[in-house]
């Protein structure tokens, strides 16, 4: 046991901050009072926080008072750390406290992983997402398994709050969406968020979010990409479409103008320096997406935003039917976004019944499998393109009309951008309405409409003259 603490080390570093109280900051960053090992000297680290945060010195005779205070005071203790040589250069030292307080919490794990997996005979999928979930809050150093105190989530708060307030009249709070529009609506994905995307098939579904991870890794953020349809050279042509504004069946064919080959190469180029990562192996569980997210975030702090395309792709247990198995995956993504403290965006599907109804724009009923995800999800947007029902219309009169053996000339102009809506069907912290944008076809692109009032939506009230009936959609 004793390669697993080392007390002279750790009244050192106390010591070195009572003798100079100017360098707890920077302990304090890398330091927390259970990285120590003997009790008194975690009371000795919290009650200096307390002291810090209320801007009193760190020295003995305070410490006394607030110790006291705590009911935690050993004066045999306080002068052994008194009598410790206090140090300048702590680094090494911090290190070792590190270090041997993520032995200790490994050696915890271990106890608790042979009591869930033999006393408690719990199934191995659940013992393996326990030990991975430890393991990354080992990793990050963030082990916490009390209740937090008052105390603690008020200064929290109070932070947050001063933080919003140099922003000033920003009116984005969270993660930047890339769209002027939907930030003033949203404030930006809230980290912790779970935000699902739907959209019937020819929408721009995956269009819309490769536009947003453009724009974070344009920001130097991180993203993960699970794609579960298209490999990840498909998103990259998307991807690249969108940023050099050439058309994606240009792309697709390598038919390209020589100053098109030279605004490529710059893209590609400037792409592949960002932090852009992509699983393309067509297959995915709660827990393959849960093991890989928190290794890459471990690895890479830096991921500010997850997506996946699309939530039906992925897999369930399969234990009680596929409404449990949606029900599971909704939750562990909730739950996963939380952990990691970022927005995860899952793109979802919408049932065909939205088809069969006058007015197209999707509703929450509308989602497949809804429940579950209407429950869990912070954010519900839906992509609406009244021009791809349209175009589908006037495709199907044309059809019988031929049929028919008329003659039919379609009033339908394809355009080469197109109004594009974002209709928020669920915020948890703000107002639903709709966000107008414009959808670039050719560039598989979205980009701000010009400002105009969000209008509240109500679907009983909407009544949109179209063909009933299910309409085949056009591919993009």
Same mark, same amino acid.
């Given at each position: 046991?004793? %390669?697993? /603490?080392?007390? %002279?080390?750790?009244?050192?570093?106390? $010591?070195?901050?009572? #003798?100079?109280?100017?360098?707890?900051?920077?302990? &304090? &960053?890398?330091?927390?009072p259970q990285d120590f090992y003997l009790p008194f000297h975690q009371h000795v680290f919290a009650a200096m926080e307390e002291l810090s945060a209320e801007e009193k010195p760190l020295d003995d005779e305070f410490l006394r008072s607030k110790l006291n205070a705590m009911g935690k005071f050993d004066e045999v203790a306080m002068l052994d750390l008194l009598s410790a040589n206090p140090i300048t250069n702590t680094a090494a030292y911090l290190k070792e406290i590190k270090a041997k307080s993520s032995k200790r919490a490994l050696a915890t794990l271990a106890t608790e992983i042979k009591k869930v997996t033999i006393e408690d005979d719990l199934p191995a999928e659940d013992v393996m997402n326990l030990v991975e979930k430890k393991l990354y809050e080992i990793t990050q150093n963030s082990t916490s398994d009390d209740f937090r105190e008052s105390k603690e989530i008020t200064l929290s708060m109070m932070g947050?709050?001063?933080?919003?307030?140099? *922003?000033g009249n920003s009116k984005l709070i969270g993660t930047d969406t890339g769209f002027r529009n939907l930030n003033d609506r949203t404030s930006g994905f809230g980290k912790g968020d779970l935000v699902i995307i739907a959209a019937r098939p020819a929408m721009g579904k995956t269009a819309f979010?490769? %536009?947003?991870? *453009?724009?974070?890794?344009?920001?130097?953020? =991180?993203?993960? #990409?699970f794609s579960l349809e298209m490999p990840a050279e498909q998103l990259m042509l998307r991807m690249l479409s969108a940023k050099t504004s050439i058309p994606l069946q240009a792309l697709?064919? =390598?038919?390209?103008?020589?100053e098109q080959w030279s605004d490529l190469a710059a893209a590609t180029q400037d792409i592949a320096s960002k932090k852009l #990562?992509?699983?393309? =192996? =067509? /297959? &995915?569980?709660?827990?393959?997406?849960? $093991?890989?997210?928190?290794?890459l975030k471990a690895q890479h702090p830096e991921i500010s935003v997850a997506i996946i395309d699309y939530l039906q792709l992925m897999s369930g247990e399969g234990r009680e039917g596929r409404q449990q198995e949606v029900s599971e995956i909704s939750r562990g993504l909730k739950q996963l976004a939380r952990e990691l403290q970022i927005p995860i965006l899952a793109l979802s599907q919408l049932n065909r019944g939205v088809e069969s109804r006058d007015n197209k724009r999707?509703?929450? $009923?509308?989602l497949?499998? $809804?429940g579950a995800i209407e429950q869990d999800a912070d954010i519900i947007? #839906?992509? /609406?393109?009244?021009?791809?029902?349209?175009?589908?219309?006037e495709k199907e009169k044309e059809m019988k009309a031929k049929a028919e053996g008329k003659e039919y000339t379609s009033e339908f102009r394809k355009k080469p951008e197109e109004d594009a809506e974002i209709i928020i069907g669920k915020q948890r912290n703000g107002p639903t309405g709709t966000v107008n944008l414009i959808f670039q076809k050719n560039f598989t692109r979205f980009v701000d409409a010009p400002t105009g009032p969000a209008f509240e939506i109500e679907y009983e009230d909407a009544d949109i003259p179209m063909n009933t009936g299910n309409i085949e959609l056009p591919a993009i």
């Open positions: 046991m004793e %390669n697993m /603490y080392n007390l %002279n080390i750790e009244r050192a570093v106390l $010591s070195a901050i009572i #003798f100079d109280p100017e360098t707890y900051e920077e302990i &304090a &960053a890398k330091l927390k947050e709050i001063e933080r919003l307030k140099a *922003l979010v490769l %536009n947003m991870a *453009l724009k974070a890794i344009e920001r130097n953020e =991180g993203v993960a #990409f697709r064919v =390598g038919d390209l103008k020589d #990562f992509v699983d393309d =192996g =067509g /297959y &995915a569980t709660i827990h393959h997406v849960r $093991s890989k997210l928190r290794k999707p509703m929450l $009923s509308d497949r499998e $809804s947007l #839906f992509v /609406y393109r009244d021009d791809v029902y349209r175009e589908a219309q």
